[in-house]
């Protein structure tokens, strides 16, 4: 399933992509999922409190007090994997989306064929940003996490919750299975903490001390290997 928003500030303009948009992933084969949205401010703003939960986002490029150009800067600092689309009725800025790497920059209308390529497009980038970012599912909702933005893993009973820079996201599943697929970048310091490496300032006694500050324990058990890992991987970075 691709989760899509649609940021322009007309509401005609919405609609027609919309219903575009849902015949070309119809020709696709693909489900979708769209959440619409009358401005950059409040597509940010949503986002601060849904982050990873948008694969692909078409924005319109004249809005009125944040343009597109300047959300989609902004879209890319929070989320470095977020596929973008620009979308105008205007050809003068047709260069300006690659600053920001966007997927595509269609002139309205855009035909069938031109977002069937840049479906296409959004699917295999987000293949390939797979070793990028951490994919979990809580109830009907999926997340792709930033792994860049990942500070640590920490299991409860059935549960584990993924804690980031902005906000934390929690799931059913085992920590063993998720060590598997976060790969080496991250070090086992506790029977319930997973940590990301990168993430780690230093260790005293103890304790892990994150960049931001955050403390976690480190058990007797582990001690000796998530020294030894975390030397490893601040000599390799």
């Known amino acids: 399933m691709l989760r899509i928003g649609i940021c322009d500030d007309v509401y005609d303009a919405r609609l027609v992509l919309r219903s575009a948009l849902e015949r070309a992933l119809e020709a696709r084969h693909i489900q979708g999922q769209f ?26 490029m004249e809005m009125g007090e944040l343009d ?26 047709v260069f300006d989306g690659y600053s920001v790497g966007a997927l595509g ?5 855009p035909t069938a064929e031109q977002l069937e390529a840049v479906l296409d497009r959004a699917q295999a980038a987000l293949v390939r940003d797979l070793d990028r970012a951490y994919i979990c599912r809580s109830g009907d909702i999926r997340y792709r996490i930033p792994i860049a933005n990942i500070l640590y ?10 804690v980031t820079e902005g906000r934390d996201y ?66 390799e970075g």
């Open 105 to 109: 920059y269609l002139l309205k209308p």
């Open 35 to 60: 959440f619409e949205f009358s401005s950059g401010e409040g597509l940010l703003g949503w986002l601060e409190h849904h982050a990873g939960e948008l694969d692909l986002v078409f924005l319109d």
């Open 153 to 162: 893993f920490v299991s409860d009973r059935r549960q584990v919750t993924c």
């Open 170 to 235: 929690t799931f059913y599943g085992k920590l063993d299975g998720v060590a598997e697929e976060v790969g080496d970048g991250f070090v086992r310091i506790h029977q319930r903490y997973l940590v990301r490496s990168g993430a780690v300032d230093r260790i005293e006694g103890s304790e892990v001390v994150l960049r931001d500050g955050q403390r976690l324990p480190v058990s007797r058990s582990c001690q000796q290997s998530a020294l030894l890992a975390l030397t490893r991987a601040e000599l």
């Open 68 to 93: 597109g150009m300047e959300t989609a800067r902004r879209l890319r600092a929070a989320d470095a994997g977020l596929q973008l689309v620009f979308v105008t009725g205007y050809a003068d800025h």
